[in-house]
């Protein structure tokens, strides 16, 4: 046997564990194995170490898996709570919306009856008006950033507890 | 090994290895896209071992792994929309997991995966399940499983990842490209290195 044969051997070997070999290939292998003590000895070798990586003991720590459980039950809970949070803002942010817009005009009469009794400059007048429709929006801000800080204390708090649960 | 053997090998190859039936990937997805709590809970269940033994092989690391095991669900839950039922559920599971891994590793500036691990408090891998064995037994087993645990602690964790989701999980090369968004190529060169130095570890561990 020369060397070409033994790199042969040793490229087919492991092309047939990463990539898998041709039927010819595959016999010429087993073939060269039964003749050839040292190339034998090497695929066992690979055998065993392949072995040896799938024998690995790995256990899982218990309580991970319900711990785990736990937390995506909650971060799903959460989720469910935004969206639904969010809807209810869309909803009312639209309400508050057309109630201004189809507002707009008896207002304006009131800031204009406003501006007549007490001499109130129009450009005072037209900022003030303006400021008011700004309100709700102000509003809806104030709301969504009050509840997403009383969310992410409460998840805090609640992960907390997951977290800590013995092990 | 003997010649018979290696025939009886090279038939049951990896690459002939079958995923999950395109029901059970559409019901997946599904299910995450609803977010449905108890198809988590059974995939946490069901996933439970293969994706701590990706971890702890990935992060060399039992806390690590425990923290990302968890992180890895989360992230699950937040992106079940994107699985889109193509590929196998293991496989977006280990990309999202490994994905975690290295988003870690860079905002703690690791220079590599490998520096996840600290050699000198982790004990890398948990204690073997060594029930009815004798003591000799146990002990020689203990032995032995730990010089392979330090020795395959000694093979980049680019070549253990690849080992471990060829050779233990069977997933077929285009699978392990997409796990670790690489090309084939890639993947093909890291495989031919990692026996290489799975070979070498394990012998210098028994010298």
Not at chain 1, 109 to 138: D, H, K, N, S, T
Not at chain 2, 57 to 64: D, I, S
Request: with cysteine; charged share 20%.
């Amino acid at each position: 046997m020369n060397e070409t044969l033994h790199q042969r051997a040793q490229r087919l070997l492991a092309e047939s564990l990463v990539e898998g070999i041709a039927a010819p290939d595959q016999s010429w292998l087993a073939q060269h194995l039964r003749e050839c003590a040292d190339c034998a000895r090497d695929a066992s070798a690979t055998q065993d170490a392949l072995q040896a990586l799938r024998s690995v003991p790995v256990s899982v720590p218990r309580d991970l898996v319900a711990r785990t459980q736990m937390r995506v039950r909650l971060r799903a809970q959460e989720a469910g709570e935004s969206s639904r949070t969010n809807f209810l803002l869309w909803i009312i942010t639209a309400a508050s919306w057309l109630l201004g817009v189809f507002s707009a005009p008896l207002i304006w009469r009131g800031f204009a009856w406003f501006g007549g009794e007490f001499g109130v400059p129009r450009l005072a007048l037209e900022m003030g008006f303006v400021l008011w429709w700004g309100i709700p929006a102000l509003l809806a801000v104030g709301a969504v950033l009050y509840q997403r800080a009383v969310a992410q204390n409460f998840a805090g708090s609640r992960l907390q507890r997951a977290v800590k649960s013995p092990r | 090994m003997s010649a018979q053997a290696f025939t009886l090998m090279a038939a049951k190859s990896p690459l002939l290895f079958a995923g999950l039936m395109t029901d059970d990937k559409q019901t997946i997805a599904l299910g995450l896209r609803r977010r449905d709590p108890d198809l988590l809970d059974q995939l946490i269940e069901q996933y439970q071992q293969r994706l701590y033994r990706y971890l702890l092989f990935l992060t060399g690391n039992p806390a690590l792994a425990e923290d990302f095991f968890q992180e890895t669900w989360v992230r699950i839950l937040e992106r079940g929309d994107q699985y889109n039922a193509k590929a196998k559920f293991e496989s977006w599971l280990f990309a999202i997991a490994r994905n975690l891994v290295i988003d870690a590793s860079r905002r703690k500036k690791f220079s590599s995966l490998e520096a996840l691990a600290d050699p000198e408090t982790q004990q890398p891998f948990e204690p073997p399940d060594l029930h009815a064995t004798s003591a000799l037994q146990m002990l020689l087993t203990r032995e032995n499983q730990q010089a392979v645990q330090v020795s395959l602690l000694k093979i980049p964790v680019y070549y253990r990842e690849v080992l471990l989701l060829r050779f233990h999980e069977e997933l077929g090369l285009e699978e392990i490209a997409a796990v670790l968004a690489a090309p084939i190529s890639t993947v093909k060169s890291r495989l031919y290195r990692g026996l290489a130095a799975l070979k070498s570890a394990l012998s210098e561990g028994a010298a």
